[in-house]
């Protein structure tokens, strides 16, 4: 697995291009186990025992995803992972989120609730600018 497909200059010139070089292993899965996978995937985002369902309560489109940690050591937090794909039924984006060491009580599944803002703006759900309130505002009288 890589992470950067290429490296560029600050012209956008291509200093390093990865190559890719195609293994090709015979995988087959059956549609009926196909078809488990999505529906799984979709109860996670949408069903209220779901591991993903209050990441997604009241967006604006179906998504169908699975949350995931990893641990790599017991004294540091676990890894955060969330797939998906949406929208449910015609996707249009597949995304995957992974946050090093992201699981705590203070960041729990992290990586679900940017996977939502990537879809949301991937998918423009928000057409209208989101302008945050000012914190500190000077009033002159």
Known sequence: MHLVDRVTDHRGNIVFQYEAIPEEQPFTISESTWDA?????????ESSGGTGYNFFTEFPIRVAGKTGTA????????????????????????????????IS???????ARIARIMIAETLDLYHEPQHPEPVNMFHVY
């Open 105 to 111: 009580n203070a960041m729990t599944h992290l990586s």
């Open 71 to 102: 641990q790599e050591s017991a004294r540091l937090p676990d890894h955060s992972s969330f797939a998906a794909f949406a929208p449910y039924g015609d996707p249009r984006i597949a995304i995957y989120v992974n946050i090093p060491f992201g």
């Open 37 to 45: 996978i999505i529906e799984g995937m979709r109860l996670a985002t």
